[in-house]
Nanobody, 120 residues
Framework: QVQLVESGGGLVQPGGSLRLSCAAS????????MGWYRQAPGKQRELVAS???????NYADSVKGRFTISRDNYKNTVYLQMNSLKPEDTAVYYC??????????????WGQGTQVTLSS
């Protein structure tokens, strides 16, 4: 079974920074794309950023220039550096990974979510 464990959320003032981490564990052949999604109250879950195993990245327009996604393939970990945070960034942030396993083949997995709250 694949598990994604997130950390790094919290309360921060507008203009501040946070770094989210997500570590994947379990019996995996490989991890393809990893990414971060977020869901604000009353809104649909949306893609924030994603990164392929080769390092190609994709960002939502709302976070371009402020957020940076990266990954450490040896540690099976993806990071999201969030700078210049705005009140509209308040949401639960979810880690996502597309993983090959021997049991299920190619599957999509989600973390439990970590809360990011902007408050002055």
């Amino acid at each position: 079974q694949v598990q994604l464990v997130e950390s790094g959320g919290g309360l921060v003032q507008p203009g501040g920074s946070l770094r989210l981490s997500c570590a994947a564990s379990g019996r995996m052949f490989s991890i393809n794309t990893m990414g971060w999604y977020r869901q604000a109250p009353g809104k649909q879950r949306e893609l924030v950023a994603s990164i392929t195993s080769g390092g190609s990245t994709n960002y939502a327009d709302s976070v371009k220039g402020r957020f940076t996604i990266s990954r450490d393939n040896y540690k099976n970990t993806v990071y999201l550096q969030m700078n210049s945070l705005k009140p509209e960034d308040t949401a639960v942030y979810y880690c996502n990974a597309i993983v090959w396993t021997a049991v299920t083949g190619l599957g999509e997995y989600w973390g439990q979510g970590t809360q990011v709250t902007l408050s002055s």
